[in-house]
């Protein structure tokens, strides 16, 4: 009998101190946080990038430490993104302009150079840089607005000629890939700061409706009317002549790309 207490009181005390060991290595494995800060895009509508086109990001995300140097860190935010052939003189005939909100649900996988994270009661780095990497799917939906201040979905429109000549119209969700780097650090233990940017790249080519070809102007104003038909020649509003169809209008061999940068706070 006495072997056995021993025994028992041999196995308790090992789990209790497991226990607490676990606790102490667990403590500080998640985090939940805010994001705040800016979206951009580059595409058809802007080759370069316009700082005048940013917008303000939000988002939420919930980080998991796998180890020291690896978390998993899921996240949505809300985002919007705009462009303007006005702001490029070599564009500005064209007259084409673009806004879209974006929200965006995504997985990202991040590496710190140091070890971070995993324990706040350890003695592990206060601040560290990181790069990280994932996957998204986003909903957009690009929009002209009007001097009235209206706005008009372009997608249904159907810019391109896309309802004349029955052609597909492009998804409204789509994938995209994260690549990004960041830098982050402890305030007192049990918070975290962060700044950061990621780039996310796009498979389509329509977050500012822009791709292919014009289509014939007479076509879509019979079809679907003049306001339809200045709409995908924008250039017509100031009182410029229709160009021909099938006359590039977007470069269909360069997809689109918008990225969000800005403060962690978790």
């Not at 056995?4 to 946080?33: M, P």
């Not at 860190?73 to 564009?91: E, K, L, M, V, W």
């Not at 957009?140 to 309802?163: A, H, M, W, Y």
């Not at 994260?178 to 080519?205: A, C, P």
Request: no cysteine; net charge neutral; glycine share 8%.
């Amino acid at each position: 009998m006495l072997y056995f207490n021993l025994r028992f009181l041999t196995l308790l005390s090992l789990l209790l101190s497991f226990d607490a060991y676990a606790q102490r290595y667990r403590n500080g494995v998640t985090e939940l946080g805010l994001f705040f800060g800016a979206s951009n895009y580059s595409g058809d509508i802007a080759p370069e990038i316009v700082w005048a086109e940013s917008h303000p990001a939000i988002g939420l995300m919930y980080k998991y430490h796998h180890s020291k140097f690896f978390s998993s860190r899921y996240q949505f935010t809300y985002a919007s993104i705009s462009g303007s052939d006005q702001n490029f003189s070599a564009n500005a005939y064209r007259n084409i302009s673009f806004e879209s909100n974006i929200y965006e649900l995504g997985y990202n996988l991040e590496f710190n150079f140091k070890p971070f994270g995993i324990n706040a009661n350890q003695h592990e780095e206060n601040k560290t840089t990181f790069v990280f990497a994932g996957f998204n799917m986003f909903m957009f939906n690009p929009v002209r607005r009007l001097p009235s201040g209206d706005k008009l979905e372009l997608r249904d429109i159907g810019t391109e000629g896309q309802n004349v000549n029955n052609k597909r119209q492009y998804a409204l969700i789509q994938p995209s890939l994260t690549l990004g780097l960041g830098y982050k650090f402890n305030v007192k233990r049990r918070t975290v700061i962060g700044l950061e940017i990621g780039f996310r790249k796009t498979f389509t080519d329509y977050l500012d409706d822009t791709k292919d070809a014009y289509p014939d102007y007479n076509s879509i104003k019979t079809y679907q009317g003049g306001s339809a038909a200045d709409l995908s020649q924008p250039q017509t509003v100031n009182n410029n002549p229709a160009i021909d169809g099938k006359t590039m209008r977007g470069d269909k061999h360069l997809k689109d790309w918008y990225f969000i940068t800005g403060l962690t706070i978790s």
